[in-house]
């Protein structure tokens, strides 16, 4: 009966840690990757490093990367490769880019053919770039000019006494796309 008990018990403790192990393997394997970046917002000219901290995907492998615009174009992208755990950290310049609010795209492209791997989780983190200049939103549009209709630039050029000056002009305040903070 003894022998039976003890058979038992270790029966129990194998079944556990064969279910812990197998839990922990599906845990991983189903786990969704991470990526961290820093900043997330730069100026366009002359760009600005980003640093790139990355785990979750296929360990010593390739993972793809691209900068998506709010057109859907993809102006910059390249790669990165994993480690053992199937994370990175490393450092990409996010430069020749328009002003505009982006989404870096992270998944495994094994084979580095340009193309995320089918099935590959993508992750992605949101980056802004930003204009260099400024643009004054409280730029003032002068709705009393006078247009002078007696007003000769050119013989045979005629001058429209009844032309119209826009009041309402509107000035683009968000060609500058600020970085939250």
């Given at each position: 009966?003894?022998?039976?008990?003890?058979?038992?018990?270790?029966?129990?403790?194998f079944?556990?840690?064969?279910?812990?192990?197998?839990?922990?393997?599906?845990?991983?394997a189903?786990?969704e990757?991470k990526?961290?970046l820093?900043?997330?917002c730069?100026?366009?000219?002359?760009?600005?490093?980003?640093v790139?901290?990355?785990?979750?995907?296929?360990?010593n492998?390739?993972?793809?990367?691209?900068?998506?615009g709010?057109?859907?174009?993809?102006?910059?992208?390249?790669?990165?490769d994993t480690?053992?755990?199937?994370?990175?950290?490393?450092v990409?310049y996010?430069?020749?880019?328009?002003?505009?609010?982006y989404k870096m795209?992270f998944?495994?492209d094994?084979?580095?053919?340009?193309?995320?791997d089918?099935?590959?989780?993508?992750?992605?983190?949101n980056?802004?770039v930003?204009?260099?200049?400024?643009?004054?939103?409280?730029?003032?549009?002068n709705?009393?000019?006078t247009?002078?209709?007696?007003?000769t630039?050119n013989?045979n050029?005629?001058?429209n006494?009844?032309?119209?000056?826009?009041?309402n002009?509107?000035?683009?305040?968000?060609e500058i796309?600020?970085?939250e903070?």
């Amino acid at each position: 009966m003894y022998r039976i008990g003890k058979l038992a018990v270790i029966s129990t403790v194998f079944a556990f840690a064969i279910f812990g192990l197998t839990s922990i393997m599906l845990l991983t394997a189903f786990a969704e990757p991470k990526v961290d970046l820093s900043p997330t917002c730069g100026p366009a000219d002359p760009g600005f490093n980003i640093v790139i901290n990355a785990n979750g995907f296929k360990a010593n492998s390739t993972v793809g990367w691209k900068f998506v615009g709010s057109d859907s174009k993809i102006p910059l992208y390249g790669y990165f490769d994993t480690n053992s755990t199937g994370g990175f950290n490393d450092v990409t310049y996010a430069d020749d880019l328009k002003p505009d609010h982006y989404k870096m795209y992270f998944a495994d492209d094994s084979d580095g053919d340009g193309t995320f791997d089918i099935g590959a989780k993508k992750v992605y983190a949101n980056v802004t770039v930003n204009a260099n200049e400024a643009v004054n939103a409280n730029e003032t549009v002068n709705a009393n000019e006078t247009v002078n209709a007696n007003e000769t630039v050119n013989a045979n050029e005629t001058v429209n006494a009844n032309e119209t000056v826009n009041a309402n002009e509107t000035v683009n305040a968000n060609e500058i796309i600020p970085c939250e903070k």
